[in-house]
């Protein structure tokens, strides 16, 4: 094989396993905040009923007591918008756009400061950004050599 085709496999290989890693990291984020929702409902479910445990193998409703009306009917509920540039970082990193980069590392920066959705799309984009970056590296590294051998 050649060594540009070798590098690219290696390249494709390890950006797949960092997607994955983000991946799994959001995952383990949406469970922890599972968690939290849990112990705020069985708080709340006390202060209702006088101090009384939930019954035993009891789940709580899909929305929290804190989420419902006056009158027990659900509301709407409040969800935190995706970040734009997020989304825009995995379109253009699919797409193959170096674009993706700075938009990935803008959207982070906005998450971080505003508390939007879209963590995980941003770092997606990113890697996906540095991936065709690192590929057309690769590529203009095999063609400088390529001129200079047949020179």
Known sequence: MEPLSVILIVAFVGGTVLVVAAIGRGQRRNRAQDEVRTQQWRVEFRAANHGMDPPPGFMPPSAL????????APTA??????????????????????????F???????????????????V?????????????????????VAATATG
């Open 77 to 102: 509920v409040e969800r935190r918008p995706t970040n734009t540039f997020a989304g825009l970082a995995v379109l253009f990193g699919v797409l193959g756009g170096l674009i993706a980069i700075p």
């Open 65 to 72: 007591p804190s989420m419902t009306s006056r009158s027990g």
């Open 124 to 144: 997606v984009g990113l890697v996906l950004g540095y991936l065709w970056l690192a590929g057309l590296v690769a590529l203009l590294v095999a063609l400088v």
């Open 104 to 122: 990935g590392h803008i959207a982070l920066h906005q998450i971080k400061q505003t508390g939007e959705e879209g963590h995980t799309a941003a």
